[in-house]
């Protein structure tokens, strides 16, 4: 059960959006409707931001927004603020009813 | 208020066993999976496994499973994470959280420490 596949680091200007990508196979994200994304600041406790591919829980900024097609999954921050900067893992069921999570992505605002 | 909360630090030497434990309050503990997600010294996230606290169903990520034991106490509210004999390398941050399908809630972290 590998982990999923993510870029090591994402950075943008404030204002701008920027995406982050999460690959998988057929056996995880391209055969799961439950994909989520967590946010996590330097020594916190992870915060989940986006669940079942595209929704997002109460109180989340609708700045997050996600997606995915075949098996990729992709979390998307638009008008990037400086509290964004943080790393940012994605999680998908897979066809054994675990979990597995993605490598982590760090957000930097530059 | 949904909270899960986690026992303090640990300090223990190669060999050792170590049992943590996380305490739900807030909702019905029974009726949602808690899990364990293990982040290594400056690494990502590793799910580890689950446990539905009503009957004990337990979930293993193949890498995790005979390595460490997740067990519940309904009647307590709280689920633990089991080593039989640690090893410098299970030296993590180990958090608990609620959910199968996605964790909605997280506590807030045991740090094990395994050093000689």
Redesign the interface.
């Known amino acids: ?1 590998s ?1 999923l596949t993510q870029p090591a680091a994402v950075s943008g200007s404030p204002g701008q959006s920027i995406t982050i990508s999460c690959t998988g196979t057929s056996s995880d994200v391209g055969g799961s409707k ?1 994909v ?1 994304w ?1 946010q ?1 600041h330097p020594g916190k ?4 931001m986006i ?2 591919v595209t929704n997002r ?1 109460s109180g989340v900024s609708n700045r997050f927004s996600g997606s995915k097609s075949g098996n990729t999954a992709s979390l998307t921050i638009s008008g990037l603020q400086a509290e964004d900067e943080a ?1 940012y ?1 994605c ?1 998908s ?1 897979t066809s054994t ?8 992505t760090k957000v930097t605002v530059l | 208020e949904v909270q899960l909360v986690q026992s303090g630090a640990e300090v223990k030497k190669p060999g050792d066993s170590l049992k943590i434990s996380c305490k739900g309050s807030g909702y019905s503990f029974t009726t949602y999976w808690i ?1 364990w ?1 293990r982040q290594m010294p400056g690494k ?4 580890m ?2 446990i539905y606290p009503s009957d004990s169903d337990t ?5 995790f499973q005979g390595q460490v034991t997740i067990s519940a106490d309904k009647s307590i509210s709280t689920a633990y994470l089991q080593w039989s004999s640690l090893k410098a390398s299970d030296t993590a941050v180990y ?1 608990c ?1 609620r959910g ?5 809630y ?4 045991t740090l094990v420490t395994v050093s000689s």
């Not at chain 2, 979930?59 to 890498?63: E, H």
């Not at chain 2, 199968?100 to 909605?104: E, M, P, V």
């Open positions: 059960q982990a439950y989520s967590y996590q406790a992870p915060k989940l669940y079942d829980p790393d893992y999680s069921y009813s675990t979990q597995v999570f993605g490598t982590g | 899990g997600v990502g996230l590793e799910w496994g689950i979930r293993y990520s193949p890498s958090y959280a199968a399908t996605r964790f909605d997280w506590g807030q972290g």
